[in-house]
Protein backbone atom coordinates (compact mmCIF):
# COMPACT_ATOMS: atom_id res chain seq x y z
CA UNK A 1 0.00 0.00 0.00
CA UNK A 2 1.26 3.33 -0.99
CA UNK A 3 1.10 6.25 0.91
CA UNK A 4 0.87 10.18 -0.79
CA UNK A 5 2.26 12.89 1.19
CA UNK A 6 1.29 16.32 0.11
CA UNK A 7 2.23 19.76 1.82
CA UNK A 8 1.43 23.39 0.96
CA UNK A 9 -1.96 24.99 0.28
CA UNK A 10 -3.35 27.65 2.95
CA UNK A 11 -5.03 30.70 2.17
CA UNK A 12 -4.62 33.43 -0.57
CA UNK A 13 -5.58 36.62 -1.91
CA UNK A 14 -7.10 36.55 -5.46
CA UNK A 15 -4.30 36.56 -8.01
CA UNK A 16 -2.27 35.34 -5.61
CA UNK A 17 -0.03 32.02 -5.73
CA UNK A 18 0.60 28.86 -3.66
CA UNK A 19 2.31 25.84 -4.38
CA UNK A 20 1.37 22.52 -3.54
CA UNK A 21 4.06 19.47 -3.29
CA UNK A 22 3.45 15.75 -3.07
CA UNK A 23 5.86 13.09 -2.24
CA UNK A 24 4.95 10.07 -3.86
CA UNK A 25 6.73 6.47 -3.84
CA UNK A 26 10.42 5.96 -5.30
CA UNK A 27 9.62 4.93 -9.56
CA UNK A 28 6.50 5.07 -9.77
CA UNK A 29 6.00 8.18 -12.13
CA UNK A 30 6.67 5.32 -14.96
CA UNK A 31 3.95 3.10 -14.12
CA UNK A 32 0.87 5.13 -13.50
CA UNK A 33 -0.87 8.36 -13.68
CA UNK A 34 0.32 10.75 -10.86
CA UNK A 35 -0.82 14.30 -10.07
CA UNK A 36 -4.09 16.58 -8.37
CA UNK A 37 -7.68 16.66 -8.30
CA UNK A 38 -9.74 18.79 -6.44
CA UNK A 39 -12.98 18.91 -4.55
CA UNK A 40 -14.91 22.00 -3.45
CA UNK A 41 -17.62 21.71 -1.32
CA UNK A 42 -21.11 20.51 -2.76
CA UNK A 43 -19.02 19.19 -5.83
CA UNK A 44 -17.67 16.46 -7.26
CA UNK A 45 -13.80 15.72 -7.27
CA UNK A 46 -12.46 16.72 -10.87
CA UNK A 47 -8.93 16.90 -12.25
CA UNK A 48 -6.89 19.67 -12.24
CA UNK A 49 -3.59 17.99 -13.78
CA UNK A 50 -1.84 14.92 -14.03
CA UNK A 51 1.32 13.39 -15.35
CA UNK A 52 0.47 9.67 -17.32
CA UNK A 53 2.71 7.01 -17.44
CA UNK A 54 4.77 8.68 -20.38
CA UNK A 55 5.33 11.25 -18.86
CA UNK A 56 2.77 13.66 -20.94
CA UNK A 57 0.38 16.12 -18.98
CA UNK A 58 -3.21 16.30 -18.75
CA UNK A 59 -4.41 19.80 -17.70
CA UNK A 60 -8.06 20.62 -16.93
CA UNK A 61 -9.27 24.00 -19.07
CA UNK A 62 -9.97 25.85 -16.34
CA UNK A 63 -6.63 26.11 -14.92
CA UNK A 64 -4.79 25.82 -17.75
CA UNK A 65 -2.78 29.30 -18.39
CA UNK A 66 -2.28 29.56 -14.86
CA UNK A 67 -1.29 26.39 -12.74
CA UNK A 68 1.65 24.46 -13.82
CA UNK A 69 2.33 20.65 -12.54
CA UNK A 70 6.16 19.65 -12.39
CA UNK A 71 7.58 16.14 -11.23
CA UNK A 72 11.15 15.72 -9.65
CA UNK A 73 11.70 12.26 -10.23
CA UNK A 74 15.43 12.51 -8.38
CA UNK A 75 13.23 14.01 -5.15
CA UNK A 76 9.73 11.55 -6.21
CA UNK A 77 7.79 14.47 -5.66
CA UNK A 78 4.95 16.34 -8.15
CA UNK A 79 4.60 19.94 -7.53
CA UNK A 80 1.78 22.01 -8.69
CA UNK A 81 2.03 25.85 -8.93
CA UNK A 82 -1.01 27.53 -8.89
CA UNK A 83 -0.71 31.45 -10.32
CA UNK A 84 -3.70 33.88 -10.68
CA UNK A 85 -5.67 31.81 -7.86
CA UNK A 86 -9.49 33.02 -8.16
CA UNK A 87 -11.79 32.01 -5.67
CA UNK A 88 -13.26 29.26 -7.63
CA UNK A 89 -10.04 27.59 -6.99
CA UNK A 90 -11.33 27.22 -3.39
CA UNK A 91 -11.15 23.40 -2.57
CA UNK A 92 -9.48 20.62 -0.97
CA UNK A 93 -6.45 19.36 -3.39
CA UNK A 94 -5.92 16.29 -3.21
CA UNK A 95 -2.19 14.09 -4.31
CA UNK A 96 -3.44 10.94 -6.56
CA UNK A 97 -1.72 7.77 -7.96
CA UNK A 98 -3.56 5.50 -10.31
CA UNK A 99 -3.06 2.64 -8.70
CA UNK A 100 -6.05 0.64 -9.78
CA UNK A 101 -7.73 1.18 -7.54
CA UNK A 102 -6.49 4.48 -6.62
CA UNK A 103 -4.66 5.66 -3.86
CA UNK A 104 -5.45 9.20 -2.50
CA UNK A 105 -3.47 11.86 -0.62
CA UNK A 106 -5.05 13.14 2.60
CA UNK A 107 -5.69 16.58 0.78
CA UNK A 108 -4.56 20.37 1.79
CA UNK A 109 -6.86 23.15 1.66
CA UNK A 110 -6.84 25.78 -0.35
CA UNK A 111 -8.63 29.04 -0.02
CA UNK A 112 -9.05 32.14 -2.34
CA UNK A 113 -10.13 35.13 -0.64
CA UNK A 114 -9.95 38.54 -0.05
Known amino acids: QIQLVESGGGLVQPGGSLRLSCTVP????????VGWYRQAPGKQRELVAV???????ITDDSVKGRFTISRDLAKSTVDLQMNSLKPEDTAKYHC????????WGQGTQVTVSS
Open 96 to 103: YADTQPGT
Open 26 to 33: PNIFSIYT
Open 51 to 57: FNSAGDT
